[in-house]
């Protein structure tokens, strides 16, 4: 069985998965709690057996709105973005014990705040986008980076299929969003998905 725990991604990046899962995606979850609160959301590990993948996805939000808060404050970009990578594998070690697998997804490229103020108007608070494009790029990427190097450390699978849906600079291609920050057209993530999936079953 498959088990996924993410953010608002955690649902619509897994809508219509043809597979055994349990999807415990809840909206608005940031990796920066999860890590802080050393508690993954609705997560219980009386559920898992040693033939349980389980899934997580979060990071976007964060991305998108936090880590660029943090330098207003004065805080250093890669101090910020380590803190939060390791303060959520530590989360992921400390509560989870028994499993057949975990894949760690990667992090959505983040979406042109033209495209968005095109379609819905203009942004006249601080979110959905703190930072610039270029900014949220590169917030997003280093992210990924850091997310990689630690499911090698840790022996888990990094599952990051979108460069399919990345444009040239980096930002999401907006055709194939729902129209906000998350995929629209999830079809081609769930075919690398089930392909990964095969290899470990």
């Given amino acids: 069985m498959i088990y996924i725990y993410g953010d608002s991604h955690g649902v619509h990046s897994f809508k219509n998965l043809h597979l055994p899962h349990v999807n415990n995606s809840c909206n608005s979850i940031t990796m920066f709690r999860i890590g802080r609160d050393n508690s993954i959301v609705n997560f219980d590990k009386n559920y898992h057996n040693k033939d349980s993948i389980l899934c997580f996805l979060y990071g976007e939000i964060d991305c998108r709105c936090h880590i660029q808060k943090q330098i207003n404050t004065g805080r250093n970009e890669d101090d910020i973005i ?14 989870i014990n028994i499993y057949k697998q975990i894949i760690i997804v990667g992090i959505i490229p983040p979406t042109l705040q033209y495209d968005y103020e095109n379609l819905h108007g203009p942004i006249l608070h601080e979110f959905p ?3 610039t494009d270029n900014d949220r790029v590169r917030y997003t990427i280093k992210m990924n980076n850091c997310i990689q190097q630690y499911c090698i450390k840790n022996n888990y699978i990094y599952f990051n299929p979108y460069d399919y849906y990345t444009r040239d600079d980096g930002t999401l291609k907006y055709e194939l969003s729902d129209s906000t920050v998350h995929l629209g057209d999830n079809s081609f993530f769930l075919k690398k998905f089930i392909e990964l999936y095969e ?3």
């Fill in 82 to 95: 380590n803190e939060l990578i390791t303060n959520y594998f530590n989360t992921l070690k400390n509560n």
């Fill in 199 to 201: 290899t470990i079953v």
């Fill in 129 to 131: 986008f703190v930072g």
